[in-house]
């Protein structure tokens, strides 16, 4: 088994983390301070393709491969993990799923904006009732001879504070659940779109999450996918969505381990660094091996991705794996640090609040574990 990236996707790497260091990193704790969503930082992030990682050329996108959008996601989120989070509901959630689900005027009218950062995504499919059990949903789209009338309310839809369309779920066949749900590409804009609140967080502040109030009539162009089929689609994305959010925790947990690497070098108690100290030496070792461990599951879901295979189960691994080892490295480092780490305002506090919401959103840690074992068990 060869592990190795090719010449190409080193040379991505390389340009993304240069990326995040110059532009992503200096604006980090100021996101995270006024809660404001980074919209300059994610249009030069266009610049870089980032906006459109997987999308062919031919739309306006890089047409890079999904091993080389982990890299990136991964590479940002060292940055900054509210940047990162962004930048993948945009590719994962909604360029990726007009590329695999969209007709051609669908596509000619979104894919080269939300690739430049013309236009930014959103994806609305949590409800105040519709969470884990994302079926059940409670926004109707009634069928008349004018399109839709889609009536009712999405929460935490992230991205939406500078969003130009969303990706909107709602039940067209009460009763059918996940065979009665129909994808909808929504403009913003659309007259009956109300941003009733915006979402305060403890972590990933500044991504934008506002709660909306649906009222709005959409023509039948706007049916995104088949009918009665969005749920299925929304699952399609969340499996690519949940390999990003893999890569987004692996950066958060990779900052943390090196903010612990670096403190525990400087900081001297009882005469020498705490870093001589066995007890730190193994809060180091664990941090690094369970982030690594997690960075395979990732990797092997983004190659099974790109590949095309077909099981849900390995990206719920990469998020159940890289979330948890993720949470436990920021924890970790938040010990080495100490006060310094406790005090409002370090680095390392910021990623103990950042990192919690990775084992949340896409589908919560108990999520992921339904999925990997309905899988087991139906393969057993
Ligand atoms: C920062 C942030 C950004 C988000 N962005 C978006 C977005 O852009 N678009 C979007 O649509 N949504 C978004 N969400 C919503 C997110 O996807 C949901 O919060 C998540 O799916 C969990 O749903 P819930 O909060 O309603 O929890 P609930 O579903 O109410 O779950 C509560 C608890 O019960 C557990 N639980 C539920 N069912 C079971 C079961 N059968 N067995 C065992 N345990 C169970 C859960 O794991 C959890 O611990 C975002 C959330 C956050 C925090």
């Not at 980074?38 to 306006?60: E, H, N, Y």
């Not at 008349?144 to 779920?169: C, E, M, P, T």
């Not at 689609?233 to 990003?244: F, H, Q, T, V």
């Not at 103990?352 to 108990?366: C, H, K, L, M, N």
């Amino acid at each position: 088994m060869i592990l190795e990236l090719s010449a190409e996707q080193e040379a991505f790497k390389s340009s993304v983390e240069q990326f995040a260091r110059d532009v992503v990193a200096p604006r980090a704790a100021g996101i995270d301070e006024s809660g404001e969503y980074p919209l300059d930082v994610i249009r030069a992030a266009a610049g870089r393709g980032l906006l459109g990682v997987t999308m062919p050329t031919a739309w306006g996108g890089a047409g890079r491969d999904y091993i080389s959008y982990v890299l990136a996601i991964e590479a940002i989120a060292r940055a900054s993990a509210t940047v990162a989070v962004a930048l993948s509901i945009n590719n994962s959630l909604v360029a990726e799923l007009i590329v695999h689900a969209g007709r051609a005027p669908q596509k000619e009218q979104w894919l080269r904006k939300l690739a430049t950062g013309d236009a930014i995504g959103a994806f609305a499919l949590s409800e105040p009732d519709a969470g884990t059990d994302a079926a059940n949903q409670r926004t109707r789209a009634v069928r008349s001879d004018r399109g839709y009338r889609i009536s009712g309310r999405k929460v935490w839809v992230a991205n939406a504070d500078a969003a130009s369309v969303a990706i909107v779920f709602a039940c067209t066949r009460p009763g059918r659940r996940g065979q009665g749900v129909t994808a909808f590409l929504v403009p913003m804009d659309a007259p009956g779109v109300t941003r009733i609140a915006r979402a305060d967080s403890l972590g990933v502040r500044g991504l934008g999450c506002q709660d909306l109030e649906l009222d709005v009539q959409v023509s039948d162009d706007h049916v995104l996918g088949p009918v009665d089929q969005g749920f299925p689609l929304a699952m399609w994305a969340l499996r690519g969505g949940r390999i990003a959010i893999a890569a987004q925790a692996l950066g958060i947990g990779e900052a943390s381990l090196a903010e612990a690497i670096a403190y525990a070098k400087q900081r001297e108690v009882f005469g020498q660094p705490i870093a001589n100290y066995q007890a730190i030496q193994w809060m180091i070792a664990d941090m690094a091996t369970e982030l690594a461990a997690a960075r395979m599951l990732t990797l092997k879901a983004a190659a099974a991705k790109e590949r095309q295979e077909r099981s849900m189960a390995d990206a719920s691994m990469a998020k159940l794996a890289a979330s948890e080892a993720a949470h436990k490295a920021a924890d970790k480092a938040m010990q080495i640090l100490a006060s310094a780490g406790y005090r409002r305002g370090s680095t390392v506090e910021r990623l103990f609040r950042d990192v919690r919401a990775t084992e949340i959103y896409q589908g919560t840690s108990e999520a992921q574990r339904m999925i990997i074992a309905a899988n087991i068990l139906a393969n057993a």
